[in-house]
């Protein structure tokens, strides 16, 4: 019952412009052939339209309705629908295609009556009786419907920076590989990946917290361009690891556990399928947090607090089993979740007292790399971060009593001694920012922080922290202290991930 | 007229492609290649179809697959990979349209275009074991809905196809704007504190002075702030404790320092009291060998733990924790999936191990949880639960015996309805011997289930395995499983009949009562059979329903085979105590008609005329059936004297063929 309610509450799902003008213009062209207008279905279908352009036209600019290659974009921006809409997204194409369109542009107009929006559709409808489709639509328009026209096709093929599309030859002879458009790829690709990752959990969590049946599709998607991009470049992944967000502690706090469990399970050996679900527990680990109003609101916690806050390691298994997803993957991630904050030694949350079974390997794993985030992440009641450095400290202190010293050891050996996002103070009265550590190297790859005039930092060159002299086969610059970023202000990611 | 664009637009929203220039047209050797891939794609969706349409074995099926595979080795042989871009509705190669169909769940595919696949590309390599599995995730995924764990995309990651890649378009059903990380915030300041640049944070780290300076230091000299803030009394601790952290030397060395590190030992004593193997001293953390043994058992422990183990703990806290009934169900919901599962890989001792720790929990809790017994046995009782058994697909051999024990106890704590969904998966298992294991546990639920059980079961098992039901029985108190054995006894096969029969009337031939269709078995053997068992000693209510059976016979005039009267008449003699039998085999013997007295009536009559002498002969002494006995044999009416000399032959058979140690009652001779 309690359930029924909060999803009658929750909010209806968000139905793009695109979506709806694609849906309404599909619809309305069917109803003109079939219904007079004096019909109630035809009355609604109009004005549905009428509504929609006239929200389209609200800031002054038109609307370009396009279509290539069998998707359809709005103003440029391709319409995403859900998997009800590819029916009529195929019906449309066509009806594009036997017109020869590529597209249409609804400019702006005060007024639009009913007959103008028939009239549009009927001639629209009848164009393909012509024996030349697009001449004659062309000129219909232009005699008698002013605030449509058929978009022209632009020759002037462009690569959009940024997108991996841009480097693909389409098939037709057109081949545009830069080395520095890849390398932007890359971390384009990485950026999106993060923000998808992010945005999957936060509508499972969502249709969880509306008492609604929550897939993983999304996340699974996620997680495995995740791991797509750990075997692409291991720096440019670990680098996702650093991104903080002082006004969410749920949501960049799994994603950031979810890379650092899978830089680890890669290190281990793990199959991509186990990396899989490996990461899967780390995106899925705090489901708990998620309606458990003791863990958002990152006050520092009462008595009773506490009890709540150790509830949500049972409450994501909870969660974790209402997931829309297969028994034995639910199985293989709930462990994990729940033991988390267990601790080898048991000390920890929660209490299991007549449990014989020893810690999952992924249980040991997550534990790690959930202690790491937390300690490098501020919080209101700690707004001093432990840096990265003193955070691995601090996780040595817990070897072979609340972390297996071997999965420490590992981590260690993935983040480096200064791991990605430190900022490095050097012995050359330099300031440096943690890169990479190379798996033959004790030392990391850094990118030089310069400051400008207006106080703040710029990224400067990647530098070798391990580079000798060749004089006197002394490292060059040697690290004095570290740091959080967070110290200065500043979003690692930014200067660590276009650093090709 | 140029559009200008509207003000919905997300940033970094995925702009859309111009228009690609008009293809110029192919030269001659591009048609014939354009050409050679689209006959090529025909033939791989024929064997997309006949993939679809028939099983793995199937003859079509293998020879369209091996078509296919050939036409790609070939192809691939000489041009190293066919790379396709995936439209709405089709597929191109270099530009050109090669495969066109309806765009829809129908095309083949669409599921490509659906999820996001800009373009596939078959590398040369590719085989017949992998053309094979891109099938049949292209048939498996021809249909999505929204809630389904996997779409092509997923599910082609999972397969690792090794000479078939593709590139995908990020694209989630609602429109996901890339969220902008450059806006997160990263620190917290004072409440009500502006955000400040690192500058401004330099500001309020006091004192600070750069080497050789005095007072702030600000702009291009933010670094020798820096310094010196770090520097500074205030947090000098801290960087004492940043250049040599709590346990530093656990830490690779800094070398080259020139403030000296000594040597590395000295560098790097090591602490104590961690984990065993742990090694302190190398230079680059790398696992040494002891710990790369250690990783390598958790790594083959993680792959052999049974997955009841991981978790179970867990989940069954969470029945504690939760304190709402749905909540709770869904629990036991997925607690009952993980028998399920259990089930279908023979992990029993786990599941036997799960059931305990349930037990276990709701008496610690009792009597709070005790109605989450019932609960979870209801739940386990069900054909979607035990069906897991019917997955099981491993032989069970000799070196299985504890398997089984566990098994048995498993089966015996479900609840005493289950025998139904037990009887429904017995049919679908395969290894005979965890049949007849499941087939024990239906029979111990045969007192509980009693006729309706048995009626079900009639119709649901096979009949060796009511045999095998029926033959676990033979431990238990007849008397308290009769009404199922009366249900098995109505079988439409006599060996059914024949093992609930026997059960039932070796244990009490008064049951006859509740089974009078036994007395009418047609099979001739099984009527013999029980006819025995029912003459085996005398009883009033064996006679008494005999009598009934006779009469009604008689009276309605039903045609039965001779030899199975007789059978009938004789067991009446062999049981009957009293003068009922006397009188009706009187009756039936001397009632007088034309026919008797010219010995010419039918073969019923006949037979009834003889049985019932026989019945008389065999009779005990006393009953006044001695009289009977003499009129017919001195009578005048051929057919009466007749039958009384038939019996006497008949009876002097019998006697001869009797088994030695038969009952004295039963072997008496009539003159």
Known sequence: ?500 | MNVARATNMTPNAEKAPSAPPRAAPLAFDDQDVAAEVRAGLQIFLVAVKNCALYPENNKIRQASLAKAQEWFAGFLDERENLKLFVDIDGLLYQGVNVLQEKAGETNVFFPLFRDGVQWIEFQEGLDAAELNKLIELLIGFRMLKEDDEDDLVTAMWGAELQFVKYKTANEFWEIDPITEIASFKVGFAAPGAQPKTPADSLKTMAPIAGPGEKGVSRGPNVIGALFSYLGSDSRGNREASLMFPKDSQLLPPRTGLSDGGGDREAANPGPENYGSGFDHGAASWELNDSERTVMEDLLSDEARLSQLNVGLDLTLALLVERQDPPGRALVLKFLAEMVRFSLAKGEFQSIYFLLRKFEGLIRAAAPALDHLRAEFQARLSTVQVLDGLAHYEAKITSADAEKLVYLGKILNYLELGASRALAEIAAQIKDETLRAQVLAAVAARARAGGLELALHLNVTLAPKDLVTIVGSLAETDISQVAPFLIGLSRHVRPEVREAAATALLSHDTNLIVSTPHLLAEPESRLQRQIYWLLGQKRSAVVEKAIVKFLRNTLELGIARPPDALLVAYRTLGLCAVSAEAVNFCGNSLLKKNARAFFGVADENERAHRVGAALALIFLSPGLGQDDILARASKSFFRGLKRAYEEAKAEADAYYRMARPNSEPHALQRRA
């Open chain 1, 1 to 500: 019952m309690a359930q029924a309610a909060a999803a009658a509450k929750a909010p209806a799902k968000k139905v793009s412009p695109g979506e709806r003008l694609l849906h309404s213009m599909f619809r309305l062209l069917q109803v003109v052939k079939i219904h007079q207008a004096n019909n109630k279905l035809f009355a609604d279908n109009v004005k549905s339209f009428r509504d929609i352009l006239m929200e389209l036209w609200r800031d002054g600019f038109g609307a370009n309705f396009s279509m290539y290659r069998g998707r359809f974009y709005l103003n440029d921006e391709r319409i995403v629908y859900s998997p009800t809409m590819w029916a009529t997204s195929a019906k449309m194409t066509e009806y594009f295609q036997t017109r020869g369109l590529s597209g249409l542009k609804f400019l702006p107009a005060s007024e639009l009556s009913d007959d103008a929006i028939v009239g549009f559709m009927d001639v629209f409808n009848r164009a393909t009786r012509d024996t030349n489709p697009t001449a004659w639509l062309r000129a219909k328009l232009q005699e008698s419907y002013p605030w449509v026209e058929i978009a022209e096709e632009d020759d002037k093929g462009v690569a959009v920076e940024g997108s991996s599309e841009a480097v693909e030859d389409s098939g037709l002879g057109r081949k545009a590989i830069v080395r520095g458009v890849a390398a932007k790829n890359l971390s384009y690709v990485a950026r999106q990946t993060y923000s998808q990752t992010l945005t999957s959990l936060r509508s499972l969590i969502e249709r969880l917290n509306a008492g609604k049946s929550a897939g993983i599709q999304k996340s699974k998607r996620a997680v495995q361009e995740l791991i797509d991009l750990l075997f692409e470049d291991e720096a440019v992944f670990l680098a996702l690891s650093t991104i903080r967000d002082r006004d969410d502690q749920l949501y960049t706090h799994s994603v950031n556990v979810t890379i650092l469990v899978l830089g680890m399970g890669r290190r281990l050996g793990l199959s991509r399928s186990s990396l899989e679900q490996l990461g899967l527990c780390g995106l899925f680990h705090d489901l708990g947090k998620a309606n458990n109003e003791a863990t958002m609101s990152g006050e520092k916690l009462s008595g009773s607090d506490k009890d709540k806050i150790q509830s949500h390691s049972l409450l994501s298994v909870f969660n974790i089993i209402r997931l829309n997803a297969s028994h034995s993957l639910k199985h293989f991630i709930l462990g994990p979740a729940g033991e988390h904050h267990m601790g080898m030694d048991r000390s920890g949350y929660p209490k299991m007292d007549n449990s014989e079974e020893p810690l999952s390997l992924y249980g040991r794993v997550l534990s790690v790399a959930d202690q790491y985030n937390a300690l490098t992440s501020a919080r209101p009641w700690r707004p001093q971060p432990f840096s990265p450095h003193d955070a691995l400290a601090k996780l040595l202190d817990n070897a072979g009593t609340k972390l297996d010293p071997v999965i420490l050891k590992v981590f260690v050996n993935l983040m480096g001694a200064w791991p990605p996002g430190s900022v490095l103070v050097l012995d050359t009265q330099e300031v440096a920012m943690s890169r990479y550590t190379p798996s033959d190297s004790v030392l990391p790859l850094a990118r030089l922080l310069v400051a400008n005039s207006e106080g703040t930092f710029l990224g400067g060159p990647l530098i070798d922290l391990a580079e000798t002299d060749p004089a006197t086969g002394n490292i060059k610059r040697n690290v004095l202290s570290s740091i959080h970023p967070s110290d200065l202000n500043l979003q690692p990611v930014e200067f660590l991930l276009d650093a090709h």
